[in-house]
């Protein structure tokens, strides 16, 4: 891991999240062994199999990754290993490497499902294998046995907030189209439902979609539609899920000719989305910092690998479709705009100003003062 994503796991964790877990002792112990009896692994020698659902987003190889690494790292002395595996938006694929992470022998399993109904079946040959599995970001369906990710409806109501406040007194002036994630990803219903339950009867929704596979490429088909039946001078503003989308969809409405551009939402702080903020093209995104929710999906891992009791600051329960009272920790989220780009990820170490401010923002960057 490079100097700034230590910093990133460092001063984000440390400003946003304690998490106390009781694992956290036990990677200091002289031997690392295995009791038969349960299959945890006493000691800090744990083997943590990480399965990510997807590469189209930023976040997943420049965050998640080298973020849990770390976190495991620090938690086992040194000891842990973290056994990786992507699986590019392919649920088939996912349940193949769950097998595969069986097969390997791993003490552990963090698991964000491209599909939360597809993997409830491995998850399931985990749990009969004895390896305990923990939901990543997504809620998985199964047996899971903890759960970390964001507080997702109230990301959809900080997106839907943002977008009235871009409308102000013209929010029924005209229609408002609405891009939501895949159906496949439970937490794209939890953003919709956030959304929603801001936007409803406050705007004129003209059009709304469910994005295959959250691709840019099908937001912006979606979006060309939206245009081509409402009439470009129709649409006020934009619901984007996330940030990819909603670079997809500015670029339907630029070729479409609209202008000036209507307030698009997002969500991830993806650098090329804080870009286009910065240069007014995009309103806003959601600002999700994942040192918190990684630390907490290795401690959580850590602790189950080595058959210690999850302990955590927050007290959660969550259901799922299959799991009730699943132990979980639910990480706040920032509305990122123009206005706080240098107190959230410039602070954060997320993104250098050298990195957002290249020779094509400088001018938008030095009329923010972002410099």
Same mark, same amino acid.
């Given at each position: 891991m490079n100097t700034r994503m230590r910093r990133v796991a460092v001063a984000v964790a440390a400003g946003t999240m304690a998490v106390s877990l009781a694992a956290c002792g036990s990677a200091k112990e002289a031997g690392d062994k295995t009791d038969t009896a349960s299959g945890a692994v006493k000691g800090g020698a744990v083997k943590v199999g990480l399965l990510l659902p997807e590469n189209q987003t930023a976040r997943y190889e420049k965050f998640d990754k080298p973020l849990i690494e770390k976190a495991v790292k620090d938690l086992t002395a040194g000891k842990g290993e973290v056994v990786y595996a992507n699986a590019k938006q392919d649920a088939?694929?996912?349940n193949s490497q769950v097998d595969t992470m069986i097969t390997n022998k791993v003490n552990v399993l963090i698991i964000d499902a491209v599909d939360s109904k597809a993997i409830a079946g491995s998850v399931k040959k985990a749990k009969e294998a004895g390896i305990p599995v923990v939901a990543y970001d997504r809620l998985a369906e199964g047996p899971i046995?903890?759960?970390?990710?964001?507080?997702?409806?109230? *990301?959809?109501? *900080?997106?839907?907030?943002?977008?009235?406040?871009?409308l102000g007194a013209k929010a029924k002036d005209g229609q408002i189209v609405m891009m939501n994630g895949s159906v496949t990803d439970p937490n794209a219903a939890l953003f919709k439902k956030g959304a929603h339950s801001v936007l409803d009867g406050n705007?004129?929704?003209?059009?709304?979609?469910? !994005?295959?596979?959250?691709? %840019?490429?099908?937001?912006?088909?979606?979006?060309?539609?939206?245009?081509?039946?409402?009439?470009?001078?129709? *649409?006020?503003?934009?619901?984007?899920?996330?940030?990819?989308?909603?670079?997809?969809?500015?670029?339907?409405l630029k070729a479409a000719g609209v202008s000036p551009l209507p307030p698009v939402t997002g969500q991830d702080a993806e650098l090329a989305g804080v870009q286009r903020i910065v240069a007014g093209e995009?309103?806003?995104?959601?600002?999700?910092?994942?040192?918190?929710?990684?630390?907490?999906?290795?401690?959580?891992?850590?602790?189950?690998?080595?058959?210690?009791?999850? =302990? !955590?600051?927050?007290?959660?329960?969550?259901?799922? %479709?299959?799991?009730?009272?699943? %132990?979980?920790?639910?990480?706040? *989220?920032?509305?990122?705009?123009? =206005?706080?780009?240098?107190?959230?990820?410039?602070?954060?170490?997320?993104?250098?100003?050298?990195?957002?401010? !290249?020779?094509?923002?400088?001018?938008?960057?030095? =009329?923010?003062?972002?410099?």
């Open positions: 088939t694929t996912q046995d903890a759960y970390t990710s964001f507080d997702n409806e109230e *990301v959809g109501k *900080v997106q839907g907030k943002a977008l009235l406040e871009a705007v004129n929704v003209g059009k709304e979609y469910d !994005t295959v596979e959250w691709k %840019p490429e099908n937001a912006n088909t979606n979006m060309a539609a939206a245009l081509s039946a409402l009439g470009k001078d129709k *649409v006020i503003g934009v619901y984007s899920a996330n940030d990819g989308m909603a670079g997809g969809i500015i670029t339907a995009q309103f806003m995104s959601v600002y999700k910092p994942y040192a918190p929710e990684a630390e907490a999906a290795a401690k959580m891992a850590v602790a189950l690998a080595q058959g210690e009791p999850i =302990a !955590t600051t927050a007290t959660a329960k969550v259901d799922s %479709p299959t799991t009730k009272g699943v %132990p979980s920790l639910l990480i706040p *989220v920032v509305s990122l705009t123009k =206005a706080n780009v240098k107190d959230t990820v410039v602070r954060d170490n997320v993104y250098t100003i050298d990195e957002i401010c !290249t020779d094509k923002y400088a001018a938008a960057c030095a =009329a923010i003062g972002l410099k």
